[in-house]
């Protein structure tokens, strides 16, 4: 599985698009790239995944780079709610590895 | 969705007994499940991937002799910590892929163990 590479931390005020970049240059052809999110004591939850297309669904954007070693979700309007660790995983429906994660800090 | 239910929710045992903790899919079927172990502020460890019908394979540094897998249904897997020690604390967690879905992973709400 891909190795990758998150911020630690970001923070984003409510109502405003929050924008979380992910490095995975290691990531090989048939791994797609994952997000999930994590609140405070409970189970990852499913956010988005991607192959090679930028991908959008009600929760999110994913957007990744041409050469797929770089990706990007967007939160189009982020709420308190959104606060969470945001992890981004490379797999090809194999086993996943979690990272450590970007920590969004939503703020009033 | 795909839902996966882990029971129980909390648990807190003596040093020296074993727990076991239940990870179902409740509307899919799951060849595969994935346990995995979080410490506070810290991310998500994988521990072993269940396999119906088959033993269960373990990470590195993990003891299969003390996280007891068993996966005997498609809809079911149980993790059993034996012999707790206060060092085994932890939120474990489970996750699941739909056999014919083309998602990731659906994880369940996890279980807060804590040995005394």
């Known amino acids: 599985d891909a190795k990758t590479t998150q911020p630690t931390s970001m923070d984003c005020a409510e109502g405003r698009a929050a924008n979380l970049p992910c490095n995975h240059s290691?990531?090989?052809?048939?791994?797609?790239v994952y997000w999930y999110r994590q609140i405070h004591s409970q189970g990852p939850q499913y956010i988005i995944h991607?192959?090679?297309n930028n991908e959008t669904n009600e929760m999110a954007s994913l957007i990744i780079t041409e050469d797929r070693k770089s990706s990007t979700l967007i939160l189009p309007h982020a709420t308190l709610r959104d606060t969470a660790v945001y992890y981004c995983?490379?797999?090809?429906?194999?086993?996943?590895?979690f990272g450590s994660g970007t920590k969004l800090n939503v703020k009033p | 969705g795909a839902v996966v239910s882990q029971h129980p929710s909390r648990v807190i045992c003596k040093s020296g007994t074993s727990v076991k903790i239940e990870c179902r899919s409740l509307?899919?079927?799951?060849?595969?499940m994935f346990w995995y172990r979080q410490f506070p502020k810290q991310s998500l460890m994988l521990m072993a991937t269940?396999?119906?019908?088959?033993?269960?394979?373990?990470e590195q540094g993990v003891e299969k002799d003390k996280f007891l897998i068993n996966h005997a249904s498609l809809t079911l897997s149980t993790l059993t910590v034996t012999s707790a020690h206060p060092e085994d604390s932890s939120f474990y967690i489970c996750?699941?892929?739909?056999?014919?879905?083309?998602?990731?992973?659906?994880f369940g709400s996890g279980t807060r163990l804590t040995v005394v």
């Open positions: 996750s699941a892929r739909e056999d014919r879905g083309s998602y990731g992973y659906t």
């Open positions: 290691t990531i090989s052809g048939n791994e797609y």
């Open positions: 991607g192959l090679k």
């Open positions: 995983i490379g797999s090809n429906f194999n086993k996943f590895y």
């Open positions: 509307d899919f079927q799951a060849t595969t």
């Open positions: 269940s396999n119906e019908g088959s033993k269960a394979t373990y």
